[in-house]
T-cell receptor, first 115, second 110 residues
Framework: SAVISQKPSRDICQRGTSLTIQCQVD?????MFWYRQQPGQSLTLIAT?????????ESGFVIDKFPISRPNLTFSTLTVSNMSPEDSSIYLC????????????FGPGTRLTVL | KQEVTQIPAALSVPEGENLVLNCSFT??????LQWFRQDPGKGLTSLLL?????REQTSGRLNASLDKSSGRSTLYIAASQPGDSATYLC?????????FGKGTRLSVIA
């Protein structure tokens, strides 16, 4: 299994500002993902964080709004830019140690509230 | 595009009852199916993983089944306890990362 930590665990931010969320894994992993869970909703995939190249974004998510970095095999960041109250969600980092046949592990999440 | 549906959306049962949560998916070309538990304000805990070639998996009081051809899975919880109260999420993996259902919110009343 993989142990994942996220920072911050929660934050309250003002409209128009940006927040960077960090994800650290205790072992090297192939795949890292970022999900969003809006209030009362299930998880939606934002993007796949690719090591050494640009992230792959899902439909409805763009790099200008959610820039992602992945400088190595154990670390990634997600920035939520120019925030609005609609960005209030839980943001979760997820990893897959192997290819698609293995389980995905999830971090504890970052609870973001935008005022 | 894969879609995952979970029924019921919410369920309330007295302690000690056995219960079944349902999950259906539209594209049967999956690698595996996972059941997760999410407590309020917390991250996800993986409960059971069923590979596409398997029919079921068991862990303690939990049993998950998979019928890939019909696009269905069930999570059976035996002798439910108040500590089982949480949201249960079903997710499937294919050529893309996990696709989640909206979950079933379970309340077990003491």
């Amino acid at each position: 299994s993989a142990v994942i930590s996220q920072k911050p665990s929660r934050d309250i931010c003002q409209r128009g500002t940006s927040l960077t969320i960090q994800c650290q894994v205790d072992s090297q992993v192939t795949m890292m993902f970022w999900y969003r869970q809006q209030p009362g909703q299930s998880l939606t995939l934002i993007a796949t964080a690719n090591q050494g190249s640009e992230a792959t974004y899902e439909s409805g998510f763009v790099i200008d709004k959610f820039p992602i970095s992945r400088p190595n095999l154990t670390f990634s960041t997600l920035t939520v830019s120019n925030m609005s109250p609609e960005d209030s969600s839980i943001y979760l980092c997820s990893v897959a140690p192997l290819a698609s046949t293995d389980t995905q592990y999830f971090g504890p999440g970052t609870r973001l509230t935008v005022l | 595009k894969q879609e995952v549906t979970q029924i019921p959306a919410a369920l309330s049962v007295p302690e000690g009852e056995n219960l079944v949560l349902n999950c259906s998916f539209t594209d049967s070309a999956i690698y595996n199916l996972q059941w997760f538990r999410q407590d309020p304000g917390k991250g996800l805990t993986s409960l059971l993983l069923i590979q596409s070639s398997q029919r079921e998996q068991t862990s303690g009081r939990l049993n998950a089944s998979l019928d890939k051809s019909s696009g269905r899975s069930t999570l059976y919880i035996a002798a439910s306890q108040p500590g089982d109260s949480a949201t249960y999420l079903c997710a499937v993996s294919g050529n893309t990362p996990l696709v989640f259902g909206k979950g079933t919110r379970l309340s077990v009343i003491a």
